[in-house]
């Protein structure tokens, strides 16, 4: 069965660092973009950066441009979102997606676009 499982979350303080980890098994990530998302309380899930499985293009907020980055190695099969200089504000809980749109990151911010999704990790980010 495929499946993605995130890991990585946790408390840090505002200012700190962390690295989640998106284990994808059942694919190859070779031939899927990669997507990073979250959903705050009682907010509406948004794309936080994705890449575009055609040519590597990154997509990322205003947001989290300069603070995070995400990658993956595909050799592990394993997708990173690194995450410095954390805020308050970043606390949600995370989920990576896959999609076989090679143009991932010019869909990041269609959230209904992405097809497989991981069960999410919580960051919470404490001020």
């Known amino acids: 069965e495929a499946q993605l499982v995130e890991s990585g979350g946790g408390l840090v303080q505002a200012g700190g660092s962390l690295r989640l980890s998106c284990a994808a098994s059942g694919f190859d990530l070779a031939d899927y973009s990669i997507g990073w998302f979250r959903q705050a309380p009682g907010k509406e899930r948004e794309g936080v950066s994705c890449?575009?499985?055609?040519?590597?293009?990154?997509y990322y907020t205003d947001s989290s441009m300069g603070r995070f980055f995400a990658s993956s190695d595909n050799a592990k099969n394993t997708v990173y979102l690194q995450m410095s200089n954390l805020r308050p504000e970043d606390t949600a809980v995370y989920f990576c997606?896959?999609?076989?749109?090679?143009?991932?990151?010019?869909?990041?911010?269609?959230?209904?676009?992405?097809?497989?999704w991981g069960q999410g990790t919580q960051v919470t980010v404490s001020s």
């Open positions: 890449i575009s499985s055609s040519d590597g293009t990154r």
């Open positions: 997606a896959l999609d076989s749109s090679p143009w991932g990151a010019r869909i990041c911010d269609v959230v209904s676009q992405w097809n497989y």
